[in-house]
Each structure stands twice: as structure tokens, then as C-alpha cells.
């Protein structure tokens, strides 16, 4: 039984069947909305870095009271947030990015390894770009921030070229003068997360794989330290292992078993266009923290980190400031109303020190977590899912999970 149908929980469920395992998810929406359906679609080896870095938590408190900013954290009364930024402060050391980047390395290439792997087997096919992703800047500081970064890139042995804003023109004409220059991550790839979404469910479901769909687990069922089974209001479902990916939900549904995930949803926007923008290339844009990209049949404008409780409100200040960001950056695109009143949002799991939970938990011998990606869950779907499937089946994992353990905090 698998409690949750993002990402991580139908790639648990994809290699679980590879497996010969019978699988139920369960989940409390239609598998239609959340972060796995309007995420910017990025495998990004590129993206090393901890978000639990130095600094973080002072940008956050000094952004506040701007709810447009790039990281909004609302002001509010709540204990367990309390609890998680301080975990977060004492994780944003530079020593623990240090010991964090090869970990984070190396799970994103076997994850990038793995999408290519699917899709050589034809099981399914689905949209998939090789054309690396632009970190476009349009500022000195910017500029020097990203050659840091790129120059660690290369020492990592990944693929980073610099651009100037001249060459930048020629690749991407559709940038305005304001970009002076951009890194070229060749090592990264984009994808269209809602069509790839609905494939996989497809494929599971033509595979034997039962959804219960529209079920809230409200209570979990344990007896002699293994969970025997999960309650929604009306039913009870039963099941030998069970595997908790419940994405920004998973801190709730732990601590009635007596866990502590300390898991925040980091909410982030997404605002797609289906017309002609002359917009070729993925991007990141560095200082609006904008991230776009040209999928199957429409461009995706996505961003911000908002910390304010597990919600779907969409605050149209924060959607005005990608529109304004995409206005800024690129030559005659605007975002029009209708497209900024279609916009959508979803939570981002998001763990005190930028890794995810993977793995069994100590106390029951019959629960594997996966949850806690940040922006990072859909680039790490596949390796989280053939992780948990090696876990559930006693093989050797395929990464050393210790720094993933479920009860770190």
C-alpha cells in the first residue's frame, strides 16, 4: 500500500510492479493537481547545492513581510513550523552543504540515468529534452554568484559552459537586453511533468496497480510494531508493507504513529502559456528565481518558495511577480489576465536540511518513507521509487541511504 500518488509514490509503485509486487495507492486527491503536476519539469544534476544553505533562514525573516518575494515565509502561531526552521537554521552550515553535495550528486545522475532508462524501455513514451538548462542572469552580482557556482560544477565533472549576453542572443534570441549572460548546465533535462503524470498512471493501472483515489487516510493501524492497515472515513485498507509518500502531508500522517518527519510545504506557482513566444529554451531567471520552460505544446512559467501552512490559496501578488519577472526578462511577452487567473499552485515537501527521507523507519518493520524532496522531487521520482522497491524487496540499494535516514532530527 502506498499512501500517496505523487511522484515518489507512482515511481514506488512502477518499480514495485517491475518487481512482482500487487499495489494500491492511495491518496486524498484526483491525480489531477499538486507539485508533481505544475512543477518547471527540470532533472537537475546541476542543482547541488542545499536549499538548507547559509544565509537561507535570514532572507527568509528579512522577506517576511513581502509577500512577493521569491522566499515567503507568512507570519504565524504555529509550534511544529517553529520546530522545523530551527532545525533548518542549524542545518544551514556550510559544512553540511559541503558533506551534502556529493550526496545530492549523485542520487540526481542515477535519477537522470533512470529517466533515460524508461524511456529506452518503451513501456510508455513521453516528452523528454536534452537541451541542459540556462541559469540567465541580469546582473553583476548574479553573474558572479553563478561563475562560483559553475566553476564548483565543472570541479564536480559536470557539464557547465559559460555565455555571454552577445552569444546568449544568438542561442535565445527571445531574451531582452536586460540578461547579460547565462550558464549552460548541458547536463541537465526537462520534461512535461502533467502529460508524463497521466502516462505513468496509465501504465500502472494497465499493469495491475488498484488506485484508491478521493480517500483521506485519517487514521493508520498498528499492532506489534508493523502497520496492519490505513482508515479513510468510510473505509479500511490492509496490507503486508506500506509505504508513506505523502509529499507536505507526511509530518501529519507520521506523528500519529509516533514519527517525527519534520516535513514543511513550500508552496510554489506555475503559470503555463499555449501560445508563440519564441522561447526555445529552459531557463532559471537567477535573481527573479523565474523558472521557464517550452514543453509538449505550451511554455511554463513557474517559481517562489512560500511557507504558509498546507493550503492551495493562490495569492495573485506572488503570480504578478512571475508575470512581471517574464516581462522583464524576455522581449514582448506579456502574461495575460486570463493566464495569470489560470494559474496553479502546489507544496513543495520540504526538509530541514535539503535532503529527502528515504528508507525504513526503526520502529516498524513494515514502513518505508519517501517524502521530503523540496524542488527536487520530480528530478528524483525515479530513484526514490527504485529505492524503495530495493528496500521493500531486501536487494542492496542502489545509494547508501544513510544520509537519507527517516529519524535524523
Known amino acids: 500500500m502506498i499512501i500517496g500518488a505523487g511522484i515518489s509514490g507512482l515511481f514506488s509503485a512502477y518499480y514495485l510492479v517491475k518487481n512482482g509486487y500487487e499495489v494500491t495507492v492511495i491518496d486524498k486527491g484526483d491525480l489531477t493537481t499538486g507539485a508533481s503536476f505544475i512543477n518547471a519539469g527540470y532533472l537537475t544534476p546541476s542543482h547541488f547545492i542545499s536549499l538548507a544553505a547559509p544565509g537561507m533562514i535570514t532572507k527568509g525573516l ?52 533512470l529517466y533515460e532508462d524508461l524511456l529506452a524501455s518503451g513501456d510508455f513514451n513521453f516528452h523528454y529534452k536534452k537541451q541542459g538548462l540556462l541559469m540567465a542572469y541580469a546582473s553583476e552580482k548574479g553573474k558572479e554568484e553563478e561563475f562560483k557556482l559553475a566553476e564548483r560544477a565543472v570541479k564536480e565533472g559536470l557539464e557547465a559552459k559559460i555565455i555571454s ?37 496509465t501504465w500502472l493501472q494497465e499493469n495491475g496497480v488498484h488506485f484508491e483515489l478521493g480517500q483521506e487516510v ?22 503486508h508493507e506500506f509505504v508513506l509518500a505523502a509529499g507536505s502531508w ?27 513566444t519564441g522561447i526555445s ?47 522583464a526578462y524576455y522581449r514582448n511577452i506579456e502574461i495575460s489576465s486570463k493566464e495569470k487567473e489560470d494559474s496553479k499552485c502546489g507544496l513543495r515537501p520540504v526538509s530541514p536540511d535539503g535532503l529527502p527521507f528515504i528508507g525504513r523507519t526503526l520502529k516498524y518493520k513494515n514502513l518505508t518513507v519517501a517524502a521530503g524532496h523540496a524542488m527536487m522531487g520530480w528530478s528524483l521520482g525515479p530513484i526514490t521509487g527504485k529505492l524503495v522497491s530495493e528496500i521493500i524487496d531486501g536487494q542492496k540499494t542502489s545509494v547508501n541511504l544513510q544520509p537519507f535516514r527517516i529519524e535524523r532530527f
Not at 522545523?84 to 550526496?103: G, I, L, R
Not at 501552512?309 to 501578488?317: E, P, T
Request: aromatic letters at 10%.
Open 62 to 113: 528579512k522577506w517576511m513581510f513581502n509577500s512577493a518575494s521569491p522566499f515567503y515565509i507568512k507570519p504565524r502561531l504555529d509550534i511544529d513550523f517553529f520546530k522545523w526552521a530551527w532545525d533548518f537554521k542549524k542545518s544551514a552550515s556550510a559544512a553540511n552543504v559541503e558533506k551534502a553535495v556529493p550526496v545530492i550528486k549523485e542520487i540526481n545522475l542515477k535519477s537522470r540515468d
Open 165 to 201: 549576453g552577445e552569444n546568449l542572443q544568438k542561442i535565445q534570441p527571445a531574451f531582452s537586453e536586460k540578461v547579460i549572460g547565462a550558464v549552460h548546465y548541458k547536463c541537465d533535462r526537462h520534461t512535461t511533468p502533467n502529460h508524463f503524470m497521466n502516462s505513468l498512471k
Open 218 to 239: 485519517k487514521d493508520i493501524v498498528v499492532e506489534n510494531q508493523n502497520i496492519v492497515a490505513v482508515k479513510t472515513e468510510e473505509n479500511s485498507f490492509r496490507a
Open 250 to 276: 507526511t509530518f501529519d500522517l507520521a506523528k500519529k504513529v509516533g514519527l517525527n518527519i519534520p516535513i514543511q510545504g513550500g508552496k510554489g506557482y506555475s503559470i503555463d502559456v499555449k501560445r508563440t
Open 281 to 327: 529554451m529552459p531557463a532559471i531567471l537567477v535573481e527573479a528565481k523565474v523558472a521557464v520552460t517550452p514543453m509538449d505544446g505550451f511554455i511554463r512559467f513557474a517559481g517562489t518558495m512560500e511557507f504558509s501552512g498546507n493550503n492551495s490559496i493562490i495569492r495573485k501578488n506572488r503570480v504578478e511577480t512571475i508575470a512581471g519577472a517574464v516581462s
